[in-house]
């Protein structure tokens, strides 16, 4: 099986064998963290930058420690302590990474394009770890993996993705991911967080979170930005909670051993009641734990991505 | 494909290889309190798992049986590109165990130092024994084995195959000219 | 000096002309066009045989970048790639460093054309001070010094009383307001046109209302006022529809629309493509239909390119921060002749779109061969093959969409006042 590919800029390039590899390669991680000795010398002497040009604490976590466990040094920039307040653009600041010989810069970036951006203009490879609204590759492969893991497949699950449609990046990353690997996807969200043409990406649109929920074999509830309250496009977070927020009542709707994520961080009594995100069928840190060893996968597979693999 | 090349050992020849090295471990290790197997994927495992049936069949003891992946510790990231990960699955404590580590052909030895590299990062061991079933020399690390199911000098351009069956028992050892 | 242009097919759409000719140039006015001309009569002769002889094109929407932005565009270069896309007159826009909301300014620009340009430069002026959208220029100075139109174009006039009055207080000099329309409050944050591309690629959409409810207010205005309005880059069906139904109500109202809007669709985006990056955005397949149905039936006046210079820095960046704009003078004939290759318009429609449309939309005294007119004359190879190559366009920036597109048809002789300004 062959992984030729030299950057990770979106779920949408990844074939369902590219998905597959990422998922069992990352089973094959997942028991270094279980270790007392949590390292292995895979990537012994390579170099990744992750470049943070947005806020951002668990994803740059998640792949800083998946740097270090495989022996790769790790060195983080973030968005303060970078050159983008100061004017430069983001071709300077690249050409200012990539002389000092980086193989792989992990990049986190509030503009949509902006990895690919990089990837145009840069020798090493390039692993978007989020870019504006379009798209958070690894975070859509930890959310399978972690589907994987409870249901034993994703062929014929039904998934539902409830929030801001519209501003998530999570949700595209996962449409392209979850119909590759052929699950059905519905989603739901207040009429102002719907972008147009989504159902084209594969996905059955609701505006009601229970005809989303209903039989689902996993409910993911998205992030609300705190902000988007008294904006136009939510009234009040309370009326948000009351319409679309998941409650054990909501969650009753789904299967029995339906599971609840959440990519996180969670606003609690708003789009996730605590007796849900608490409750018996969350699984949310074991999202967060998978994180790791994704990340670590494809910290892996884009080292010897160039060349085939028998 | 197991037409070509010659026959170095057939189906009985690789149980009367693997016999006698049941009996050296034993008899190296005054018995096997604290001896355990670890195969190496893919091929050792199999190797490691036949073994341990011949010493159950010798001592009346079930000796721990192991198998390690040594992709991640492989030193051709660069020039051979990322391979699949396999399972390491070692269902027992290392420390202060005689490891005898089984391969199917030992080559450069290069296999055999990413796998006692990955067992040190599992634990401590007492000691690290090899047991290969053919040693075809062109060594180009100080690595020798303990065990040794057949000695065959080859040129470096030849290759060895074991093959195994469908319930992976290894049926035949073949030397391929290329 | 006298020039002949010999056994070219002679369009002219201002007089429903349209048969081979030749035509002869005396003293920088249309002297004869005739079965025959002796080529005695003449000090040079062209042969344009196979070719089209046509009033020379007019652009009415371009952006010079001259005075204050010389490093994207200047008078010397923005008329030089003009007449090379076979232009003899522009339009240009007063959104420069000053604006030009002033006599000054204007004068400015008059004079560097006259000096230094290659072809006719027709100024327009702001419709409100800095075009800030809310205190009126002087646009009878303005009138007095040169522009035959205001615009602030790049912003709509947002108030809708301070829109009422200027189409009332230019109305009796005789200018036409140029409109921008475009609703800020919808656009919001867009950065392209909504849609399925936008959502697919996590972009901010600018929706077809945001265009539609502006024109419809515009139009509403002009019928309300009397003005003379023309709106500048039309890109939405909806924004046809408003014009169309307004002209058979008999408002006094113009429009353009531009050749990337009639060509391209919000597909070009893909891969970030800042190139592709305007204002209006590229919009849906349906949008283009509905433009070309426009040219087709006359409800869009003039083909306008809103060449928009950008240095290489603006446009080499994330998309969300690149400058808005392409430029157009050089590949806006070849792509007009593309709809006439398509069955949209026949060829006398295309040279009109380009020539006599929008000098009524502006009121410029050009895009005619009438005998005595000022020669003004653009000689077109309408099967003469070439690619877009971006080191070669005239214009100081190359921000354009349509690199590496194969054309057919270009200019082989531009003509302005008598004088042949380019030619290859």
């Known amino acids: ?310 | 494909m197991a037409e070509q090349g010659t026959l170095i050992l057939d189906k009985a020849g690789v149980r009367r290889a693997l016999t006698r090295i049941a009996h050296e471990i034993i008899e190296r290790n005054k018995g096997v309190e604290n001896v355990a197997l670890v195969g190496i994927r893919s091929g050792g495992d199999d190797l490691a798992k036949l073994l341990a049936r011949q010493i159950a069949a010798i001592e009346n003891i079930e000796v721990p049986l192991g198998t390690i992946d040594i992709t991640m510790y492989r030193d051709d990231l660069d020039s051979r590109g990322s391979k699949p990960i396999g399972k390491t699955e070692i269902p027992f404590s290392l420390d202060d165990m005689k490891i005898v580590l089984v391969d199917d052909v030992l080559f450069t030895g290069r296999t055999i130092r990413a796998a006692m590299d990955a067992l040190m990062d599992l634990g401590r061991p007492r000691a690290i024994q090899l047991s290969v079933l053919i040693d075809r020399g062109h060594r180009e690390l100080p690595i020798r084995p303990d065990f040794v199911g057949r000695n065959l000098p080859t040129a470096i351009n030849e290759k060895i195959d074991v093959v195994f069956d469908g319930e992976r028992n290894p049926l035949e050892v073949r030397l391929i000219k290329s | 000096m006298k020039i002949l242009i010999k056994g070219g097919r002679v369009i002219d759409p201002s007089r429903n002309f349209d048969q081979v000719a030749d035509l002869l140039i005396e003293d920088g006015k249309i002297a004869a066009i005739e079965t025959t001309i002796d080529t005695k009569a003449a000090d040079q002769v062209i042969d344009a045989t196979g070719q089209l002889v046509t009033p020379g094109l007019i652009d009415i929407h371009v952006h010079l970048r001259d005075p204050g932005l010389e490093y994207k565009e200047d008078i010397v270069t923005g008329t030089l790639a003009a007449v090379a896309g076979g232009f003899t007159s522009v339009a240009c826009m007063p959104n420069t460093k000053p604006v030009n909301d002033n006599k000054a300014v204007t004068q400015y620009i008059i004079n560097k054309a006259k000096n230094d340009g290659y072809c006719n430069v027709f100024p327009i002026g702001a419709i409100t001070k800095g075009m800030a959208g809310e205190t009126l220029s002087e646009m009878g100075e303005l009138k007095e010094a040169g522009c035959l139109a205001v615009s602030d174009d790049g912003r709509p006039v947002s108030d809708g009383e301070v829109m009422r009055r200027a189409l009332e207080y230019s109305r009796p000099f005789g200018i036409t307001v140029v409109s921008h329309t475009e609703d800020l409050s919808l656009v919001g944050e867009g950065v392209m046109n909504d849609g399925f591309v936008a959502t697919e690629l996590g972009l901010k959409g600018i929706p077809w209302v945001a265009e539609d409810t502006m024109t419809a207010r515009d139009v509403m205005l002009a019928e309300f006022t009397g003005g003379r309005l023309h709106v500048a880059h039309i890109s939405t069906k909806g924004g046809v529809d408003i014009v169309r139904q307004a002209k058979a109500r008999g408002v006094n109202v113009t429009c353009e629309a531009t050749p990337h809007h009639f060509t391209l669709t919000d597909e070009a985006v893909r891969g970030y493509n800042t190139d592709a990056k305007m204002n209006p955005p590229l919009r849906s397949a349906a949008d283009v239909a509905a433009i070309c149905a426009g040219l087709a039936d006359g409800t869009i006046d003039a083909i306008a390119t809103d060449h928009a210079p950008h240095h290489i820095d603006e446009k080499n960046v994330e998309f969300r921060i690149a400058m808005n704009g392409i430029v157009g003078l050089e590949t806006a004939l070849p792509l007009t002749l593309e709809l006439v290759a398509a069955g949209t318009i026949d060829l006398p429609r295309a040279v009109a779109l380009l020539s006599c449309g929008p000098a009524h939309a502006l009121n410029i005294p050009r895009g005619t061969l009438e005998i005595a007119a000022p020669a003004d004359v653009t000689v077109i190879d309408p099967s003469l093959k070439w690619t877009v190559v971006r080191e070669e366009l005239k214009s100081k920036s190359r921000n354009t969409p349509f690199t590496g597109r194969k054309m057919k048809g270009a200019a082989t002789c531009t003509i302005v006042g008598g004088k042949i300004v380019f030619s290859r």
Not at chain 1, 94 to 102: C, G, K, L, Q, W
Request: charged share 20%.
């Open chain 1, 1 to 310: 099986m062959a992984f030729n590919h030299k950057h990770i800029l979106g779920t949408e390039y990844l074939s369902r064998e590219d998905i597959q590899l990422i998922l069992d390669t990352a089973e094959s991680f997942r028991e270094i963290n279980t270790r007392s000795i949590k390292k292995v010398p895979t990537l012994r002497g390579k170099t990744i930058i992750n470049a943070f040009f947005e806020n951002s604490t668990r994803t740059r976590l998640s792949f800083e420690i998946a740097g270090k466990r495989l022996s790769a040094d790790t060195v983080n920039i973030s968005g303060s302590a970078s050159s983008v307040t100061k004017g430069e653009t983001l071709e300077d600041t690249a050409r200012n990474i990539e002389v000092m010989h980086p193989d792989i810069i992990v990049i986190r970036h509030g503009h949509s394009g902006a990895p690919h951006y990089l990837a145009e203009r840069l020798n090493c490879s390039v692993i978007n770890a989020g870019d504006g609204a379009h798209e958070h590759p690894s975070q859509a492969l930890l959310d399978i993996l972690t589907m994987r893991q409870h249901k034993g497949k994703i062929d014929g699950l039904k998934v539902a993705i409830v929030g801001d449609i519209a501003h998530s990046r999570v949700v595209r990353s996962n449409l392209y991911a979850l119909n590759k690997m052929g699950a059905d996807v519905h989603l739901a969200g207040p009429g102002t967080m719907m972008p147009s043409g989504i159902e084209r990406l594969g996905a059955t649109v609701h505006y009601d979170i229970r005809a989303a929920v209903k039989d689902a074999d996993v409910v993911m509830m998205l992030r609300i930005q705190l902000e988007r309250q008294g904006m136009t496009l939510l009234p009040t977070l309370r009326e948000y909670a009351r319409f679309f927020g998941l409650n054990d009542d909501v969650l009753k709707l789904a299967k029995a051993d339906a599971i609840v994520m959440h990519p996180g961080p969670m606003n609690r009594g708003v789009e996730i009641s605590s007796a849900v995100a608490d409750g018996p069928q969350n699984v949310i840190l074991g999202q967060v734990e998978n994180g790791v060893a994704v990340r670590m996968a494809l910290l892996y597979l884009v080292s010897g991505g160039e060349q085939a693999v028998e």
